[in-house]
């Protein structure tokens, strides 16, 4: 199973040890990787063991071991390169380079040097591919029951590729990874928008308690906690459940808190101040919408700032700054 390009990474890690003026025998005199095991290395016919790539990073003072990740093929490669973008185009409501994104992944799948050797990883690109896709349909296709009915449609089969008898209604038994997280997140917010509220929880809860414990070891996942967290809380805005919503509100700030991400605090303090207001609680709630607003100011976002203004001036009451 081709996982590397460990001919590039070879590459790249004698012209390090070059660099840094030295030879194969002050390698092994130094720290004492033999001259033969760093030959095999440079030349890309081994996958050096994560303390070889720690030793060679000290005395290269270069973080090899990124350098080796980076060299990564396949889903792991392509994620890498497309995900964060797809996060800031979500963000920013922005989907103008998502077709660059796509065509990158088709790259990916089409280069001999880049595509997945496995069945296993050739799927899981593929299903990547899919979230690309489905995100870009349900962000800029029109809203029409039957684009959604569509999109929900490839959301299953997506998950099929790597859950080949996959059955929601067995949802709490699968383990599941990012990109099946983030596709499932899109299949209960269409649940949402057909005012599926229940069914809409159910899947969300299961998520969040499946993404709580990745994120014990992978902060990539806080971002996908933040919107199951944000769509809970709004299912039980709708059931007119408002203790609940304060609940949720108040695990995803401490969460915020707990790991230094506030670029969705401003959205759970709207939440928690619209609760608090249903509950009869004006004053806290005036205090919460005033913080929301402060926020989006501080980090630039002055029109999201004045859209949350005006609905509690138009539905709650008047926000005085």
Do not use: W
């Amino acid at each position: 199973m081709k996982l590397y390009q460990l001919d590039k990474f070879g590459e790249d890690i004698k012209q390090i040890r070059i660099d840094s003026n030295l030879s194969q025998a002050d390698v092994y005199n130094t720290i004492g990787i033999s001259q033969d095991t760093l030959r095999r290395i440079e030349n890309g016919y081994t996958i050096p063991k994560f303390e070889t790539l720690e030793y060679l990073s000290l005395l290269y003072k270069t973080d090899v071991v990124s350098l080796l990740s980076k060299t990564r093929i396949g889903h792991h490669f392509a994620l890498g390169n497309v995900a964060q973008n797809l996060n800031e185009m979500i963000i920013n409501n922005n989907f103008t380079h998502i077709d660059n994104a796509i065509k990158f992944i088709n790259e990916t799948i089409s280069n001999d040097q880049e595509r997945p050797s496995d069945q296993m990883l050739l799927n899981k690109l593929f299903q990547f591919k899919a979230l690309v896709e489905i995100i870009q349909e349900f962000n800029v296709a029109p809203n029409s029951i039957e684009d959604k009915k569509f999109i929900s449609e490839k959301i299953i089969n997506a998950l099929k590729l790597t859950n080949s008898n996959f059955d929601l209604k067995e949802l709490d038994n699968y383990v599941l990874d990012y990109i099946e997280i983030r596709l499932l997140i899109i299949y209960s917010v269409i649940l949402r928008l057909y005012s599926n509220y229940q069914s809409t929880i159910d899947i969300l809860e299961v998520l969040l308690e499946k993404t709580t414990t990745k994120l014990k070891y992978d902060s990539n996942y806080l971002d996908l906690l933040f919107k199951i967290f944000f769509n809970i809380a709004y299912c039980y805005h709708r059931f007119d459940m408002h203790l609940k919503v304060v609940e949720i509100c108040d695990q995803a700030m401490r969460i915020c808190i707990e790991h230094s991400d506030y670029s969705l605090m401003h959205a759970f303090l709207f939440r928690k101040a619209v609760a608090l207001f249903n509950l009869g609680e004006k004053e806290q709630s005036e205090q919460l919408i005033k913080q929301c607003i402060t926020i989006l100011k501080i980090i630039g976002n002055e029109t999201l700032a004045v859209q949350y203004k005006k609905i509690f001036d138009k539905m709650y009451f008047s926000v005085e700054e």
